[in-house]
């Protein structure tokens, strides 16, 4: 079992950056594939991008190019880093694990982070 703390959320200006963070507790952190993913009002949750065990990465096509996941297993912790923001990514974002990626892919892991606000004003 992992327990995901989700950091980094704020407020920015389009054009703009901004990294998140999440710390996983518990089970080996190297056991998950991780994942980010964001949910507008009205909207449905989107996946924004994908880590597997083996470290290969996959994203959304509307962040591609401007976002980046990553990981340092050492630290247990996942990261999406996010340029040139756009007021459409404005979103509440949540990481999540799961030792089946295709899960991940489904939308439906396991384990969710608690989500982290991202407003991206124009």
């Known amino acids: 079992q992992v327990q995901l703390v989700v950091s980094g959320g704020g407020s920015v200006q389009a054009g703009g950056s901004l990294r998140l963070s999440c710390v996983a507790y518990?089970?080996?952190?190297?056991?998950?594939?991780m994942g980010w993913f964001r949910q507008a009002p009205g909207a449905k949750r989107e996946r924004v991008a994908v880590?597997?065990?083996?470290?290969?990465?996959s994203y959304a096509d509307s962040v591609k190019g401007r976002f980046t996941i990553s990981q340092d297993n050492a630290k247990n912790t996942l990261y999406l880093q996010m340029n040139s923001l756009k007021p459409e990514d404005t979103a509440m974002y949540s990481c999540?694990?799961?030792?089946?990626?295709?899960?991940?892919?489904?939308?439906?892991?396991?384990?969710w982070g608690q989500g982290t606000q991202v407003t991206v004003s124009s």
């Open positions: 880590i597997d065990r083996d470290g290969y990465t």
């Open positions: 518990g089970d080996t952190y190297s056991s998950y594939s």
């Open positions: 999540a694990a799961d030792s089946s990626t295709t899960r991940l892919w489904l939308g439906s892991p396991h384990y």
